[in-house]
T-cell receptor, first 113, second 113 residues
Framework: GENVEQHPSTLSVQEGDSAVIKCTYS??????FPWYKQELGKGPQLIID?????GEKKDQRIAVTLNKTAKHFSLHITETQPEDSAVYFC????????????FGAGTTVTVRA | DTAVSQTPKYLVTQMGNDKSIKCEQN?????MYWYKQDSKKFLKIMFS???????INETVPNRFSPKSPDKAHLNLHINSLELGDSAVYFC????????????FGPGTRLTVT
């Protein structure tokens, strides 16, 4: 099955700086890569996703890049703000009939004011 | 207006008891999921139903039994609760037709004493 590794496990950045989280996946057939943000006491919420036919996607201060050859993808958050403090999860989904997501272990991001 | 709701939000019970967690979604989605999030925040798929049919059944003790009375509801019943069952359980739903955004509920924190 798919195995997703995520680094770093914790990340502390100064407000206004950029944050980068990296993930690798094992199944070269995976074709869907979402990123979820989980705030304290809440369920995860999708913030951005990318499919394997695209190399990069941006949404305001958030961007995701995908390198299919190396089987890794990254989340970039620019101009970080205190409300960006949360746990971020990457995930990967191989083509199948069950739409199963395999999640990384999560990155706890703290934005220092 | 709540998209995915779970009850109860907190559940404290003793070892050996049987308990249920209920989940409802009003998004019109065909696919629903149960995830377990352990104390280290790791998210692991347990079950998935597509239009009331079980499509994912991960390696989960058979003390856990999901039930989907209709495509808007997916309940989780746990028999003979053990200390290791303590975790946060999340319900989620998504559209059928390919991997896509999963909408998570607020979670149920289960504590077994």
């Amino acid at each position: 099955g798919e195995n997703v590794e995520q680094h770093p496990s914790t990340l502390s950045v100064q407000e206004g700086d950029s944050a980068v989280i990296k993930c690798t996946y094992s199944d070269s057939a995976s074709n869907y890569f979402p990123w979820y943000k989980q705030e304290l006491g809440k369920g995860p919420q999708l913030i951005i996703d990318i499919r394997s036919n695209v190399g990069e996607k941006k949404d305001q201060r958030i961007a995701v890049t995908l390198n299919k050859t190396a089987k890794h993808f990254s989340l970039h958050i620019t101009e970080t703000q205190p409300e960006d403090s949360a746990v971020y999860f990457c995930a990967a989904s191989p083509p199948s009939n069950d739409y199963k997501l395999s999640f990384g272990a999560g990155t706890t991001v703290t934005v220092r004011a | 207006d709540t998209a995915v709701s779970q009850t109860p939000k907190y559940l404290v019970t003793q070892m050996g008891n049987d308990k249920s967690i209920k989940c409802e979604q009003n998004l019109g989605h065909d696919t629903m999921y149960w995830y377990k999030q352990d104390s280290k925040k790791f998210l692991k798929i347990m079950f998935s139903y597509n239009n009331k049919e079980l499509i994912i059944n991960e390696t989960v003790p058979n003390r856990f039994s999901p039930k989907s009375p209709d495509k808007a509801h997916l309940n989780l019943h746990i028999n003979s609760l053990e200390l290791g069952d303590s975790a946060v359980y999340f319900c989620a739903s998504s559209q059928v037709g390919g991997p896509s955004e999963q909408y998570f509920g607020p979670g149920t924190r289960l504590t077994v004493t």
